[in-house]
């Protein structure tokens, strides 16, 4: 499978195997980041951007507010697994922080803890 990539994701852009962006990689380094992670950028991240390669400048250019997993693979036109992969090398060297989404109980649904938050927010307002 390739993907067009280029500045803007427009055709005319490179074609670049979808393995090659992540070095035949299929997972990510550390824990699991599900889909609706959060990533923002460190500072660390702002200063060496320039020495990063382009797909990793773009999703340190898309940090700089809070996105998630699933927006970084859209914006880069891979699948989230290979956004997956490319966001774990930037959190693992500094570059980025992943706020994954609260736990859930084993039924499925919020924490106590989330829905007691939640309720003292409704009731501030």
């Given amino acids: 499978m390739t993907v067009p990539y280029g500045p803007d994701n427009r055709a005319g852009g490179r074609v670049v195997p979808v393995y090659a962006l992540t070095r035949g990689r299929t997972r990510s ?4 980041m599900p889909i609706e992670s959060l990533v923002t950028v460190t500072e660390h991240g702002l200063r060496s951007r320039a020495s990063l390669d382009i797909e990793y400048r773009k999703i340190i250019e898309l940090g700089q507010r809070p996105v998630s997993l ?56």
């Fill in 70 to 125: 699933f927006e970084i693979g859209i914006a880069l036109g891979v699948p989230v697994g290979v956004a997956r992969v490319l966001v774990s090398d930037l959190a693992a060297s500094g570059h980025l922080v992943v706020h994954a989404p609260p736990p859930v109980e084993a039924g499925g649904g919020p924490s106590p803890e989330l829905l007691g938050r939640l309720l003292d927010g409704l009731r501030a307002h």
């Fill in 29 to 32: 380094a550390g824990k699991d």
